[in-house]
Structures are given as structure tokens and as C-alpha cells.
């Protein structure tokens, strides 16, 4: 089994910057993509920022330019660097992760337990 496990999330002031991690641990033999997803209050979750185990990454259009996505592959984390925080970033922050736990196993996709980030004066 894999578990992930985000921290990070905050009450901050519009303006302000915030850094999210998560690591995975557990039975890993490799991960593929990571990234971050967030659900507001009544809305769908949505992708925030990817990365592929080769440095790709991959935004939302409404985070370009003031979100940062980047992973450490030998600690199995990824982070995300949130600057310039708006009032509409508020949201529950979930990791994600595609995990091969083993040679004779596919890809399987795991989450986290999600982080709040809120941004409010």
C-alpha cells in the first residue's frame, strides 16, 4: 500500500505565498506523474500543476505564472510553490500520484487526504 501525505496548507492573506509537500511512502517501486489537484466549496476538483518523473510540467491556466510545481524523485515528493495567492485559490489542495509498487504490477493512482489553503484578509 501507498500512502501520501500533504502539509503545507494555511489561512494567508491575498498577495501572499504558500509551499505545499507531499510525499509518498509505502511500497514504491517507481512513480510516474505527480500532482495537485483542488476542490472549492461546491465545485469539482480540478488539476492545479503536473509533473512527469522527467521535470514536465503541466498548469492551469489560472495558475501560470504564480504556481510552481517541482518534485524531489529520490524523497518520492513533490511541492508546490503557490505566490501571489487570490482569494479564488481557496481551496482543499489534494495530492496524486501513479505508483508501480512492484515489477509485476501496473500503475495504480493514489491521492491524498487534501490540505486547506485559504486566502482571505
Known amino acids: 500500500q501507498v500512502q501520501l501525505v500533504e502539509s503545507g496548507g494555511a489561512l494567508v492573506q491575498p498577495g501572499g505565498s504558500l509551499r505545499l509537500s507531499c510525499a509518498a511512502s509505502?511500497?514504491?517501486?517507481?512513480?510516474?506523474?505527480m500532482g495537485w489537484y483542488r476542490q472549492a466549496p461546491g465545485e469539482e476538483r480540478e488539476l492545479v500543476a503536473a509533473?512527469?518523473?522527467?521535470?514536465?510540467?503541466n498548469y492551469a491556466d489560472s495558475v501560470k505564472g504564480r504556481f510552481t510545481i517541482s518534485r524531489e524523485n529520490a524523497k518520492n515528493t513533490v511541492y508546490l510553490q503557490m505566490n501571489s495567492l487570490k482569494p479564488e485559490d481557496t481551496a482543499v489542495y489534494y495530492c496524486n500520484a501513479q505508483v508501480r509498487e512492484a515489477y509485476w504490477t501496473g500503475w495504480k493512482e493514489y491521492w491524498g487526504q487534501g490540505t486547506q489553503v485559504t486566502v482571505s484578509s
Open positions: 509533473i512527469t518523473s522527467t521535470g514536465s510540467t
Open positions: 509505502g511500497r514504491i517501486l517507481s512513480i510516474n506523474t
